[in-house]
C-alpha cells in the first residue's frame, strides 16, 4: 500500500510538474519556431529619411540572424499614425512590426481621433537607440550661443523664424519645449518634412531649427550652420564642443528614440527572440558606426525597461503639448 501511494505521489507530482511546464514548452518551441516565413517592418515616414534607415539597418541584421527575410515597407503619413495602425490591427503572430519612435508615444495627445492607443495595442520589444536634437540657427544670425539667442528674440519678439519638420515632428516639439522654458516669443514656420526645412534654414530664409543630428551635423561640421546645442542631457561624441541645452536651461532634456514594436497579443517567446536580436545588433561594432555616423547612441533596453521608457515619454509630452495648445490635424 505505501509503495502504491508513493507511486500515485510521484505520478501526480510528475504529471503536476508537465502541466506547469507545458506553456513555457510552447513558448520556447514558438521561439524556436520563428520566424518561419518573411517578416515585415512597417516605417510610417518615406524612405531615405532616418526612421527608413533604422528600419533598414535593423531588418538586415534581423535577416542575417534569424534566418529569414524582414522587408521594410513605408507607410509615410499623419505623422506616423497610418504605420501604427495598421501594425495595431494585425495579427499578433511577430510577422507585421512597427519601426516606432517617440513621435508615437506624443502622437497620442497630439491627435485627438486615433483608433489605437499607443500604451495598449503594442508590446515594446526593444530600442536600438537615442538620438539628440541639434539646435542650429543660420549664420547670419549673431547668436554664438544659447543664451545669446534667448536674448536676441526677447530684444525683438516675433521677428526671429523658427522652423520645424510639420506640426507634431520631433523638430517641433523641441522648440515647444525650448518655448515653454525661455519664454521667448519667434515665428514658428512648419514645413513638410525636414528636408525642406533644413533647405530653406540653409538659404536663409528661416533662422533657427531643431534639427536631428543626422539631418544637420554635416552642415555644421562644414560651417554652413552654426551648432548652438544638442538637446541631450550629455554632449554628444560627434561634436563634442557643442553645449547641452541644460547648460543654459537647467532641466531642458528631449531626445527621440527608436525600436522595435509589436501587434499587443504578440508571443513572449517571439518577443524575447526579438530583444534578444536587437539588443545584440546594438553590440555590434559595424552597427555602433552607423548609429554614431548619424549622431545616436545605443539604447539597449529590454521589453519591460522599453514600456517604462514609453509611459514616461508618453506622459512628459503629453504635458508640453497641452502646455503648448498645439494639435494635429
Same mark, same amino acid.
Given at each position: 500500500m505505501t509503495n502504491a501511494m508513493t507511486l500515485g505521489r510521484r505520478n501526480l507530482l510528475t504529471g503536476v510538474a508537465a502541466f506547469a511546464a507545458a506553456p513555457l514548452v510552447g513558448t520556447i518551441a514558438r521561439a524556436q519556431a520563428y520566424p518561419a516565413r518573411p517578416?515585415?517592418?512597417?516605417?510610417?515616414?518615406?524612405?531615405?529619411?532616418?526612421?527608413?534607415?533604422? /528600419?533598414? $539597418?535593423? +531588418?538586415?541584421?534581423?535577416?542575417?540572424?534569424? #534566418?529569414?527575410?524582414?522587408?521594410? @515597407? *513605408?507607410?509615410? #503619413?499623419? +505623422? #506616423? *499614425?497610418?504605420?501604427? @495602425?495598421?501594425?495595431?490591427?494585425?495579427? #499578433?503572430?511577430g510577422y507585421t512590426l512597427l519601426l516606432t519612435t517617440s513621435a508615437d508615444a506624443w502622437?497620442?495627445?497630439?491627435?485627438?481621433?486615433l483608433k489605437f492607443n499607443y500604451e495598449h495595442d503594442f508590446t515594446p520589444v526593444a530600442t536600438?537607440?537615442?538620438g539628440p536634437g541639434l539646435l542650429v540657427v543660420h549664420p547670419s544670425l549673431p547668436a554664438r550661443s544659447v543664451a545669446e539667442l534667448i536674448a536676441d528674440a526677447k530684444a525683438r519678439p516675433g521677428k526671429i523664424t523658427v522652423a520645424s519638420a510639420g506640426v507634431g515632428s520631433a523638430p517641433h516639439m523641441y522648440w515647444e519645449l525650448f518655448r515653454s522654458m525661455s519664454g521667448v516669443d519667434m515665428v514658428h514656420v512648419p514645413y513638410r518634412g525636414g528636408g525642406p526645412a533644413v533647405a530653406d534654414l540653409l538659404g536663409g530664409q528661416v533662422l533657427v531649427y531643431f534639427g536631428t543630428?543626422?539631418?544637420?551635423? @554635416?552642415?555644421?561640421? /562644414? +560651417?554652413? $550652420?552654426? +551648432?548652438?546645442?544638442?538637446?541631450?542631457?550629455?554632449?554628444v561624441p560627434a561634436l563634442p564642443d557643442i553645449p547641452t541645452m541644460a547648460e543654459f536651461l537647467p532641466g531642458y532634456e528631449a531626445s527621440i528614440y527608436v525600436g522595435i514594436a509589436a501587434p499587443r497579443d504578440t508571443p513572449p517567446g517571439v518577443v524575447a527572440t526579438l530583444a534578444d536580436q536587437i539588443n545584440l545588433a546594438t553590440e555590434d561594432a559595424g552597427m555602433l558606426r552607423r548609429i554614431a555616423d548619424l549622431g545616436d547612441t545605443p539604447l539597449p533596453l529590454s521589453p519591460a525597461q522599453f514600456a517604462? $521608457?514609453?509611459?514616461? @515619454?508618453?506622459?512628459?509630452?503629453?504635458k508640453v503639448i497641452r502646455t503648448a495648445g498645439v494639435r494635429a490635424e
Open positions: 517578416v515585415h517592418i512597417i516605417s510610417g515616414f518615406p524612405p531615405g529619411g532616418v526612421n527608413d534607415t533604422y /528600419a533598414r $539597418l535593423i +531588418g538586415q541584421w534581423l535577416s542575417d540572424h534569424l #534566418g529569414q527575410q524582414f522587408v521594410v @515597407e *513605408n507607410r509615410a #503619413g499623419a +505623422g #506616423g *499614425n497610418i504605420a501604427a @495602425e495598421a501594425v495595431a490591427r494585425a495579427a #499578433g503572430d502622437n497620442a495627445t497630439l491627435y485627438q481621433n536600438i537607440s537615442r543630428t543626422a539631418s544637420t551635423i @554635416e552642415h555644421v561640421k /562644414a +560651417g554652413r $550652420l552654426r +551648432g548652438l546645442a544638442v538637446t541631450t542631457r550629455t554632449r517604462r $521608457l514609453v509611459a514616461a @515619454e508618453s506622459d512628459k509630452w503629453a
